[in-house]
């Protein structure tokens, strides 16, 4: 007999957590699975999760990012009412915001199985003690509805035992996958060279990330400012959008780098971009462990990335890029540049990058999932 297993996530933004979600939900397999989607209304991936096919879908306003008593105790009654009537028997929540409010409905609708996908917890180092000190509350006590939480990289088991947030037979890894081929395949650059006019030869740099402040994007603009002079007629993408743009639009007009940095909005060419750049780089405060860099190595490029959580999971300094502490964007310039000037070493740490690729692959993903699945329900 199928089982109904339900997915929920809070908003679908263009982020690996949210394509993680769809591709689960689109690829679970149907002959064991009767398989459904709660997500919020907003987010540039909407439109693509109403395209699935076979596959039940609520979109709920109710359901935001933003903390809200209202409305979160209204969605947590929602999701225990749709719970209940679709007779759901496997929870599956990805998110800090789905991820509380659907454990919680799923515990009240009497739902057997509860998973949860901490895609990097939702308590860091960066928040105030108030602000940290309510999500590790929240986050310990939805650890005790839940029968299994799976993390994308081994950090966050270490992270979650230490603030107490549930037992360590709880947690198992399970890389958060995507289409390796997607990256590995060579693309036709023609067309984003032509849009955003750059010549063969001019040197890219590029970070793929939500303008938000996680991903702290201004330090990406101080790298941008001191890499300027020794490296004249370099380009730096932002490929991503968010709360952030306008206060990075002022520190690029602040250091007169309008004609140096180009900021993309969101964009579905991801691949593309990634192919483009000489160097990719990240200057996130916090992670998960971030689909950005596997695919970076899947096209076989160098990473500039801040050790940050999963981030040294996927970077070995010195091997496949270079690691550098959060916020020492002076240490990342420099690395950088060492990078731009030197192609040998480019190709060199691309290639060892790409030797590890396999660990994301994406239907390895899913089979590791609904064995999950079938084992929590046994257990």
Same mark, same amino acid.
């Given at each position: ?77 929602? *999701? $225990? ?5 679709? =007779?759901?028997? &496997? !929870? ?5 915001? @789905? ?127 001191? *890499? $300027? ?5 370099? =380009?730096?993408? &932002? !490929? ?5 743009? @306008? ?133």
């Amino acid at each position: 007999m199928k089982k109904n297993v339900l997915h929920i996530i809070t908003k679908l933004e263009l982020g690996g957590a949210q394509q993680n979600t769809l591709y689960s939900v689109k690829t679970h397999n149907r002959e064991k699975f009767n398989v459904f989607l709660i997500a919020g209304t907003e987010g540039v991936l909407v439109d693509d999760a109403k395209k699935i096919e076979n596959l039940k879908k609520y979109f709920l306003p109710e359901l935001k990012h933003e903390l809200s008593l209202y409305y979160d105790l209204k969605c947590l009654f929602i *999701l $225990k009412k749709i719970f209940k009537e679709e =007779k759901i028997d &496997i !929870v599956h929540t990805h998110s800090s915001k @789905a991820g509380i409010l659907g454990r919680f409905a799923a515990k009240l609708a009497g739902v057997s199985v509860i998973i949860h996908t901490v895609h990097g917890f939702s308590f860091n180092d960066f928040q105030s003690f108030l602000k940290r000190s309510l999500y590790v509350f929240l986050e310990r006590f939805a650890a005790k509805v839940t029968d299994k939480m799976i993390v994308v990289t081994k950090v966050d088991i270490e992270k979650g035992l230490k603030a107490r947030v549930g037992k360590s037979s709880q947690y198992t890894v399970i890389r958060s996958g995507f289409d390796l081929s997607e990256f590995t395949t060579p693309r036709d650059l023609s067309s984003i060279r032509k849009e955003f006019n750059i010549g063969k030869d001019t040197k890219t740099v590029g970070m793929v990330a939500c303008l938000k402040p996680q991903k702290n994007p201004a330090d990406f603009v101080r790298i941008a400012a001191l *890499l $300027k002079e020794k490296h004249p007629g370099a =380009k730096y993408f &932002i !490929v991503g959008d968010g709360e952030k743009r @306008a206060e990075v639009e002022k520190l690029i007009a602040e250091n007169n780098l309008k004609n140096d940095i180009i900021l993309t909005g969101w964009r579905k060419d991801v691949a593309e971009f990634i192919q483009l750049f000489n160097v990719v780089v990240l200057t996130s405060l916090w992670e998960g462990l971030p689909r950005v860099l596997p695919q970076a190595m899947c096209a076989k490029k160098p990473i500039v990335a801040t050790a940050v959580d999963g981030s040294k999971e996927a970077v070995v300094d010195g091997v496949n890029g270079y690691l550098v502490t959060p916020k020492d964007y002076k240490t990342a310039a420099e690395k950088i540049s060492v990078l731009l000037l030197d192609e040998k070493l480019r190709k060199k740490l691309g290639e060892n990058g790409y030797s590890r690729v396999g660990e994301w692959d994406q239907d390895r993903m899913i089979d590791a999932i609904e064995s999950l699945y079938e084992r929590a329900e046994g257990g």
